[in-house]
């Protein structure tokens, strides 16, 4: 009877040297390389290996009959017909674990340090989000420090808010007294398509010593492909996941999506998308919810999310602005005439909502949250008539009373940036105002 030597067999295939199938680059254009001679899958990670033999990370991001469209994740140069193509038969990852506190990390989760990260967990980039019959529901507050947010837009542990507002009106400033004061475990912050300077700014001014030493910043800059920008959104996604996964209470704050969505657009456009709503193509409207719909509440943690929203020419009817209130449980305008008067965070009450608010608040302070919103827009509709001194005193007691209280209402408004207010405090000072 024939014997079998499995073992033998088994140590020869382990020992083996196996081949790779390589392709070779055949024309760029534009943002894209074409290649031939490799089968890969989109989202497979692949390296040209250019003229001077360095390794170039790209991604399959399309076909063009039987060739494979890629992406680089690096710079084009030195890379011409005939370079070498290998397909590495995975998606890309990044490495999680407790060593990322305190990190600032780029669009791929590299420290920029140029310290190397110890072993961590792979968490893949793009995953699907949680089961929606999985997900718990929001109950809990999540106390961000921010008078004018826990007082009239209360924010819920697991929701996903939007942060509206046209540039220099003070986002980033807003975002990082929310990730300095906010009670949670971790704060994961993405700066997307930011200017470079603005980088080292937002740690040391925004964010501060104290705030830093629980967060991990991905930061991909304005100057970085299209697609690393593009990752960088998902690159903070993944991290804040595994963090949820580990039981812990997240903060996930992203400026900006609209940056993010424009670096959509460019690698729409790059592999022949026809464009659509004010040149933005149809896969940035696909791609907003399959990003957003990754954060919120889970069966082990939950992920709270901020995501800045930058509107052109202050229109918040835009396609993006239009898109992202429709997928988020909130959103937070900031107002351009309120920081033109010096009243910051600028916050506009009148013109934002948190839609979880009615179901997590108690009633009193739903209660006198709400008596205090309605005097505010009684005042701002008889305003220009109290300015050119029109109106007189008793002709309207609603009116009356929201000039009594206009200027204490505006107070509790107005918050400076190292001034922390903890909830009860809030809500202390929000009834006091009518004692």
């Known amino acids: 009877m024939l014997s079998i030597d499995f073992q033998a067999i088994k140590r020869k295939i382990q020992s083996a040297e196996w081949m790779h199938v390589e392709g070779i680059v055949k024309k760029v254009i534009g943002l894209t390389v074409e290649v031939e001679g490799i089968n890969a899958f989109v989202g497979e990670v692949c390296t ?9 990370t790209c991604e399959a ?5 039987n060739n494979v469209i890629l992406m680089p994740l690096g710079e084009l140069s030195a890379i011409a017909p005939g370079c070498r193509v290998v397909a590495e038969g995975k998606p890309l990852s990044v490495s999680c674990s407790e060593d990322l506190f305190g990190k600032v990390l780029d669009g791929l989760g590299n420290p920029l340090d140029g310290e190397k990260l110890k072993t961590g967990v792979p968490y893949n980039l793009d995953r699907d989000p949680p089961d929606p019959l999985k997900r718990k529901r929001i109950k809990n507050i999540l106390p961000t420090g921010v008078r004018a947010i826990d007082g009239f837009l209360t924010c819920g542990e697991g ?5 509206f507002a046209g540039s220099g009106v003070g986002k980033s400033t807003t975002l990082g007294m929310i990730a300095r004061y906010a009670q949670a475990d971790v704060n994961v912050i993405a700066l997307i398509g930011e200017r470079g300077r603005e980088v080292l700014d937002f740690i040391e001014r925004d964010l501060g010593e104290e705030g830093l030493k629980k967060s991990v910043i991905v930061c991909a800059t304005s100057d970085r492909p299209a697609l690393v920008r593009l990752k960088g959104a998902f690159t903070a996604t993944a991290i804040a996941e595994y963090f949820r996964d580990q039981g812990k209470k997240v903060i996930l ?4 999506v609209t940056r993010f969505a424009m670096a959509q657009r460019e690698v729409g456009l790059a592999i022949g998308e026809p464009p659509a709503t004010k040149g933005y193509t149809p896969s940035v409207f696909a791609m907003l919810p399959r990003l957003m719909e990754r954060s919120g509440m889970s069966d082990k943690g939950s992920i709270t999310a901020f995501y800045t929203v930058l509107v052109d020419g202050d229109d918040f009817n835009e396609p993006i602005a239009d898109a992202v209130r429709g997928i988020l449980d909130g959103h937070i305008v900031l107002s351009r005439a ?4 010096n009243h910051y965070p600028a916050i506009d009450v009148l013109s934002s909502i948190s839609r979880l608010m009615p179901e997590i608040a108690d009633d009193d302070h739903k209660k006198i949250a709400s008596f205090a919103r309605d005097l505010l827009a009684t005042y701002k509709d008889s305003e220009d008539l109290i300015n050119i001194g029109a109106y007189v005193k008793g002709s309207n007691k609603k009116v009356d009373l929201a000039i009594n209280y206009n200027d204490s209402i505006e107070k509790f408004l107005k918050q400076g940036i190292k001034e922390h207010t903890d909830f009860k405090g809030c809500l202390a000072a929000l009834k006091n105002i009518f004692n």
């Not at 040209?48 to 170039?56: D, M």
């Not at 991001?61 to 009959?65: R, T, Y």
């Open 48 to 56: 040209i290996y250019n003229e001077k033999n360095e390794p170039v």
């Open 61 to 65: 991001v399309g076909f063009k009959e």
């Open 159 to 163: 929701q996903r808010v939007g942060i």
């Open 253 to 256: 704050m992203m400026d900006s």
């Open 338 to 341: 309120l920081a033109a008067k």
